[in-house]
């Protein structure tokens, strides 16, 4: 018999996040995936993705990350070691969600707000060759001159067999973000 690593792969993988480490309201849901990899998330149903995805096979890491949650003037405050999280509960907006990087010293490019285009990303890969001919723009990637990095999930297919793809995405009407310091 032989084996297929990406089956077998897919098999084992956790793509639910720890319950101790998620913080969710009727529309929104956050993601503490590590001290600096946070899962941002907004559905107008209420409804969440807790599937495998082409991008994203496991949210489960092993291990609660360090972090304290508190309430303060009507905003949900998120701090670990890496970063501090503001959020107002409300859809996501540039004035109402964002994200510091901590110990990034000497810059402007510490703070995230929602909506904010990187402006120094060090990109990443092409999603396809298919039809290329010379030169093709890449997608931004994980690492970033800013001190952090977005990685929009939404558009990724749906696993829902471990060798099949169901052509269906995990969009709502926002995207669902993966937030990281780079």
Same mark, same amino acid.
């Given at each position: 018999m032989?084996s297929n690593?990406f089956?077998?792969?897919?098999?084992?993988?956790r793509?639910?996040?720890?319950d101790?480490?998620v913080?969710?309201?009727?529309h929104?849901?956050?993601?503490?995936?590590t001290?600096?990899?946070?899962?941002?998330e907004?559905s107008?149903?209420?409804e969440?993705?807790d599937r495998l995805?082409?991008?994203a096979?496991n949210?489960d890491?092993?291990?609660d990350?360090?972090?304290?949650?508190?309430?303060?003037n !009507?905003? $949900?405050?998120? +701090?670990t070691? %890496?970063l501090?999280?503001?959020?107002?509960?409300k859809p996501?907006s540039?004035e109402g969600?964002?994200?510091?990087?901590?110990?990034v010293?000497?810059?402007?490019?510490n703070?995230?707000?929602?909506?904010?285009?990187?402006?120094?990303?060090?990109?990443?890969?092409?999603r396809?060759?298919?039809?290329a001919d010379g030169?093709?723009?890449?997608?931004d !990637?994980? $690492?970033?001159? +800013?001190g952090w %990095?977005?990685i929009?999930d939404?558009?990724?297919?749906v696993?829902v067999?471990?060798?099949?793809?169901?052509g269906?995405?995990?969009?709502d009407?926002v995207?669902n973000?993966w937030w990281h310091?780079?």
């Amino acid at each position: 018999m032989t084996s297929n690593v990406f089956i077998d792969y897919v098999r084992n993988a956790r793509p639910c996040m720890r319950d101790a480490t998620v913080l969710q309201g009727k529309h929104w849901r956050i993601g503490i995936l590590t001290e600096s990899l946070i899962r941002l998330e907004w559905s107008d149903s209420g409804e969440f993705e807790d599937r495998l995805t082409q991008m994203a096979v496991n949210r489960d890491f092993g291990a609660d990350p360090e972090f304290t949650v508190t309430h303060r003037n !009507g905003l $949900l405050i998120v +701090d670990t070691p %890496a970063l501090y999280l503001t959020y107002d509960g409300k859809p996501f907006s540039k004035e109402g969600l964002s994200i510091v990087v901590k110990g990034v010293s000497d810059t402007q490019f510490n703070t995230w707000h929602y909506g904010d285009a990187p402006l120094h990303n060090l990109k990443g890969t092409a999603r396809t060759l298919d039809e290329a001919d010379g030169e093709i723009a890449l997608d931004d !990637g994980v $690492l970033s001159r +800013d001190g952090w %990095a977005v990685i929009d999930d939404s558009g990724s297919n749906v696993i829902v067999e471990a060798d099949e793809v169901d052509g269906k995405t995990n969009s709502d009407s926002v995207p669902n973000c993966w937030w990281h310091p780079s």
